[in-house]
Protein backbone atom coordinates (compact mmCIF):
# COMPACT_ATOMS: atom_id res chain seq x y z
CA UNK A 1 0.00 0.00 0.00
CA UNK A 2 2.97 2.50 0.88
CA UNK A 3 4.43 2.27 -2.62
CA UNK A 4 1.11 3.16 -4.28
CA UNK A 5 1.12 6.45 -2.20
CA UNK A 6 4.85 6.87 -2.92
CA UNK A 7 3.70 6.44 -6.95
CA UNK A 8 0.41 9.01 -6.40
CA UNK A 9 2.89 11.66 -4.12
CA UNK A 10 4.90 11.94 -7.39
CA UNK A 11 1.90 12.27 -9.71
CA UNK A 12 0.26 14.27 -7.75
CA UNK A 13 3.14 16.27 -6.62
CA UNK A 14 0.99 18.76 -4.23
CA UNK A 15 0.37 18.26 -0.06
CA UNK A 16 -1.49 20.99 0.93
CA UNK A 17 -0.42 21.89 4.70
CA UNK A 18 -3.80 22.51 6.69
CA UNK A 19 -2.04 24.74 9.45
CA UNK A 20 -4.76 26.07 12.69
CA UNK A 21 -8.04 25.06 11.08
CA UNK A 22 -10.61 23.70 13.46
CA UNK A 23 -13.02 20.58 13.38
CA UNK A 24 -16.06 23.05 12.10
CA UNK A 25 -14.20 24.32 8.69
CA UNK A 26 -12.06 21.16 8.16
CA UNK A 27 -14.50 18.98 6.35
CA UNK A 28 -15.83 21.75 3.98
CA UNK A 29 -11.99 22.96 3.54
CA UNK A 30 -11.28 19.65 2.24
CA UNK A 31 -14.11 19.27 0.03
CA UNK A 32 -12.75 22.18 -1.93
CA UNK A 33 -9.50 21.70 -2.12
CA UNK A 34 -10.66 17.92 -3.48
CA UNK A 35 -12.72 19.97 -6.11
CA UNK A 36 -9.71 22.04 -7.05
CA UNK A 37 -7.57 18.65 -7.75
CA UNK A 38 -5.84 18.09 -4.42
CA UNK A 39 -5.65 14.82 -3.46
CA UNK A 40 -2.84 14.96 -0.31
CA UNK A 41 -3.87 16.84 3.37
CA UNK A 42 -1.30 17.18 5.81
CA UNK A 43 -3.09 18.04 8.85
CA UNK A 44 -0.50 19.64 11.43
CA UNK A 45 0.36 19.08 14.85
CA UNK A 46 0.09 22.35 17.14
CA UNK A 47 3.43 22.21 19.30
CA UNK A 48 2.18 25.83 21.13
CA UNK A 49 -0.46 23.48 22.62
CA UNK A 50 -3.49 25.84 21.36
CA UNK A 51 -4.90 22.63 19.83
CA UNK A 52 -4.31 19.73 21.59
CA UNK A 53 -3.12 16.59 20.15
CA UNK A 54 -6.35 14.81 20.33
CA UNK A 55 -8.08 17.30 18.65
CA UNK A 56 -5.92 17.27 15.55
CA UNK A 57 -6.05 13.46 15.48
CA UNK A 58 -9.80 13.92 15.20
CA UNK A 59 -9.71 16.30 12.56
CA UNK A 60 -7.47 13.57 11.10
CA UNK A 61 -10.04 10.99 11.61
CA UNK A 62 -12.83 12.76 10.63
CA UNK A 63 -11.13 13.26 7.14
CA UNK A 64 -10.24 9.80 7.12
CA UNK A 65 -13.65 8.97 7.33
CA UNK A 66 -15.39 11.62 5.19
CA UNK A 67 -13.07 11.11 2.45
CA UNK A 68 -11.25 7.59 2.47
CA UNK A 69 -10.49 6.66 -1.03
CA UNK A 70 -10.48 10.18 -2.35
CA UNK A 71 -8.26 12.33 -0.13
CA UNK A 72 -4.81 10.51 1.46
CA UNK A 73 -4.75 12.20 4.95
CA UNK A 74 -1.95 12.53 7.24
CA UNK A 75 -0.08 14.38 10.11
CA UNK A 76 2.62 17.33 10.18
CA UNK A 77 4.91 18.74 12.41
CA UNK A 78 5.36 15.53 14.06
CA UNK A 79 7.89 15.28 16.65
CA UNK A 80 7.41 12.68 18.88
CA UNK A 81 6.62 8.50 18.36
CA UNK A 82 3.32 8.82 19.86
CA UNK A 83 1.91 11.40 17.34
CA UNK A 84 2.40 9.20 14.90
CA UNK A 85 0.80 6.50 16.46
CA UNK A 86 -2.04 9.19 17.37
CA UNK A 87 -2.15 9.55 13.55
CA UNK A 88 -1.89 5.75 12.82
CA UNK A 89 -4.72 5.02 14.74
CA UNK A 90 -7.07 7.95 13.81
CA UNK A 91 -6.26 6.53 9.58
CA UNK A 92 -3.33 9.23 8.94
CA UNK A 93 -1.45 7.69 6.31
CA UNK A 94 1.73 10.00 6.13
CA UNK A 95 3.89 11.94 8.86
CA UNK A 96 6.14 14.50 8.20
CA UNK A 97 8.10 16.25 10.27
CA UNK A 98 10.24 19.16 11.00
CA UNK A 99 13.53 17.66 11.36
CA UNK A 100 15.73 14.21 10.92
CA UNK A 101 14.35 12.48 14.10
CA UNK A 102 15.41 8.69 13.90
CA UNK A 103 12.95 7.47 16.06
CA UNK A 104 9.83 9.08 14.34
CA UNK A 105 10.87 8.07 11.21
CA UNK A 106 11.56 4.45 12.36
CA UNK A 107 8.06 4.24 13.88
CA UNK A 108 6.20 5.46 10.91
CA UNK A 109 7.73 2.64 8.94
CA UNK A 110 6.92 0.46 11.73
CA UNK A 111 3.23 1.38 10.90
CA UNK A 112 3.59 1.18 7.34
CA UNK A 113 3.39 5.18 6.88
CA UNK A 114 4.50 6.87 4.53
CA UNK A 115 7.72 8.98 6.06
CA UNK A 116 8.66 12.83 5.15
CA UNK A 117 11.11 14.14 7.29
CA UNK A 118 12.22 17.54 7.22
CA UNK A 119 15.83 18.55 5.99
CA UNK A 120 18.46 21.40 4.99
CA UNK A 121 21.66 20.42 4.42
CA UNK A 122 22.78 17.12 2.28
CA UNK A 123 24.30 15.29 5.85
CA UNK A 124 20.71 15.58 7.07
CA UNK A 125 19.00 14.50 3.57
CA UNK A 126 21.05 11.40 3.15
CA UNK A 127 21.12 10.92 7.04
CA UNK A 128 16.99 10.49 6.44
CA UNK A 129 17.19 8.00 3.82
CA UNK A 130 19.19 6.02 5.48
CA UNK A 131 16.55 5.75 8.22
CA UNK A 132 14.35 5.02 6.15
CA UNK A 133 12.88 7.92 5.10
CA UNK A 134 10.34 7.78 1.60
CA UNK A 135 11.02 11.55 0.66
CA UNK A 136 12.73 14.53 2.30
CA UNK A 137 11.68 17.77 2.58
CA UNK A 138 13.81 20.64 1.67
CA UNK A 139 12.78 23.12 3.97
CA UNK A 140 12.71 26.06 3.79
CA UNK A 141 12.68 25.94 0.18
CA UNK A 142 12.33 29.49 -1.28
CA UNK A 143 14.99 30.44 1.28
CA UNK A 144 17.53 28.08 0.12
CA UNK A 145 16.39 28.83 -3.57
CA UNK A 146 16.01 25.94 -6.98
CA UNK A 147 19.70 26.36 -7.64
CA UNK A 148 20.82 25.11 -4.20
CA UNK A 149 18.16 22.03 -4.45
CA UNK A 150 19.88 21.78 -8.00
CA UNK A 151 23.60 21.33 -6.40
CA UNK A 152 22.49 19.41 -3.44
CA UNK A 153 20.12 16.68 -5.39
CA UNK A 154 22.92 15.84 -8.17
CA UNK A 155 25.18 13.60 -5.66
CA UNK A 156 22.02 12.48 -4.35
CA UNK A 157 20.26 11.75 -7.05
CA UNK A 158 18.33 8.43 -5.78
CA UNK A 159 16.44 10.69 -2.57
CA UNK A 160 13.12 12.16 -3.40
CA UNK A 161 13.33 15.39 -2.62
CA UNK A 162 9.86 17.60 -1.59
CA UNK A 163 10.65 21.27 -1.72
CA UNK A 164 8.23 23.12 1.17
CA UNK A 165 8.15 26.89 1.98
CA UNK A 166 7.17 29.15 0.36
CA UNK A 167 5.90 27.96 -2.80
CA UNK A 168 3.61 29.28 -5.26
CA UNK A 169 2.07 28.88 -9.02
CA UNK A 170 4.99 30.90 -10.03
CA UNK A 171 7.99 29.10 -8.72
CA UNK A 172 6.68 25.50 -8.98
CA UNK A 173 8.19 24.81 -12.28
CA UNK A 174 11.63 26.00 -11.06
CA UNK A 175 11.94 23.82 -8.04
CA UNK A 176 10.60 20.55 -10.55
CA UNK A 177 13.59 21.59 -13.02
CA UNK A 178 15.55 21.82 -10.22
CA UNK A 179 15.14 18.18 -9.37
CA UNK A 180 12.27 17.73 -6.52
CA UNK A 181 9.02 15.70 -7.40
CA UNK A 182 6.33 17.45 -5.41
CA UNK A 183 5.78 19.88 -2.93
CA UNK A 184 4.32 21.41 0.52
CA UNK A 185 2.22 23.88 -0.24
CA UNK A 186 0.40 26.14 2.81
CA UNK A 187 -1.01 29.37 2.94
CA UNK A 188 -0.79 30.37 -0.78
CA UNK A 189 -4.16 27.50 -0.87
CA UNK A 190 -4.84 27.37 2.95
CA UNK A 191 -6.36 30.92 2.57
CA UNK A 192 -7.73 31.78 6.29
CA UNK A 193 -9.85 35.14 5.05
CA UNK A 194 -11.52 32.90 3.03
CA UNK A 195 -11.89 29.98 5.34
CA UNK A 196 -13.12 32.67 8.03
CA UNK A 197 -15.81 33.73 5.37
CA UNK A 198 -16.93 30.42 4.17
CA UNK A 199 -15.35 31.10 1.04
CA UNK A 200 -15.06 27.69 -0.10
CA UNK A 201 -15.29 28.50 -3.95
CA UNK A 202 -12.04 30.85 -3.53
CA UNK A 203 -11.01 27.93 -2.23
CA UNK A 204 -11.24 25.82 -4.73
CA UNK A 205 -10.20 28.55 -7.69
CA UNK A 206 -6.59 28.68 -5.77
CA UNK A 207 -6.18 24.98 -5.39
CA UNK A 208 -7.18 24.40 -9.14
CA UNK A 209 -4.86 27.38 -9.68
CA UNK A 210 -1.97 25.16 -8.97
CA UNK A 211 -3.18 21.98 -10.51
CA UNK A 212 -3.34 24.53 -13.49
CA UNK A 213 -0.18 25.45 -13.21
CA UNK A 214 1.65 22.01 -13.58
CA UNK A 215 -0.12 21.92 -16.93
CA UNK A 216 1.53 25.60 -18.03
CA UNK A 217 1.45 24.43 -21.49
CA UNK A 218 -2.26 23.74 -21.66
CA UNK A 219 -4.19 24.85 -18.55
CA UNK A 220 -7.20 23.59 -20.23
CA UNK A 221 -6.25 20.26 -19.79
CA UNK A 222 -5.41 20.12 -15.97
CA UNK A 223 -9.22 21.34 -15.65
CA UNK A 224 -10.07 18.28 -17.80
CA UNK A 225 -8.04 15.83 -16.16
CA UNK A 226 -9.57 17.54 -12.64
CA UNK A 227 -12.89 16.65 -13.33
CA UNK A 228 -11.98 13.12 -14.57
CA UNK A 229 -10.43 12.48 -11.52
CA UNK A 230 -13.18 13.92 -9.64
CA UNK A 231 -16.02 11.85 -11.43
CA UNK A 232 -13.97 8.45 -11.18
CA UNK A 233 -13.33 9.14 -7.53
CA UNK A 234 -16.77 9.48 -6.79
CA UNK A 235 -17.44 6.40 -7.80
CA UNK A 236 -15.76 4.77 -6.12
Known amino acids: MSSGIIQEIEKEKIIVIVRG????????LAEAM???GIRFLEITYDQSGKTSDAETAGM???LAAEFGGK??????????????ELTHASGGEFIISPDVNEEV????KKLRMISVPGAM?????????RCGADFVKIFPASTLGPAYIKAVSA??????????????ENNMNDFLRAGVCGFGV?????????IRNNDWDGIERLAMKFREELFRTDPAAAVRQINSENKEQDKK
Do not use: F, W
Open 186 to 194: GSNIVNKKM
Open 60 to 62: IRA
Open 21 to 28: ADSDHIIP
Open 105 to 108: IRMT
Open 121 to 129: TPTEIAKAH
Open 34 to 36: YKG
Open 155 to 168: PLSGIKLLAVGGID
Open 71 to 84: LCVGAGTVLTEKQV
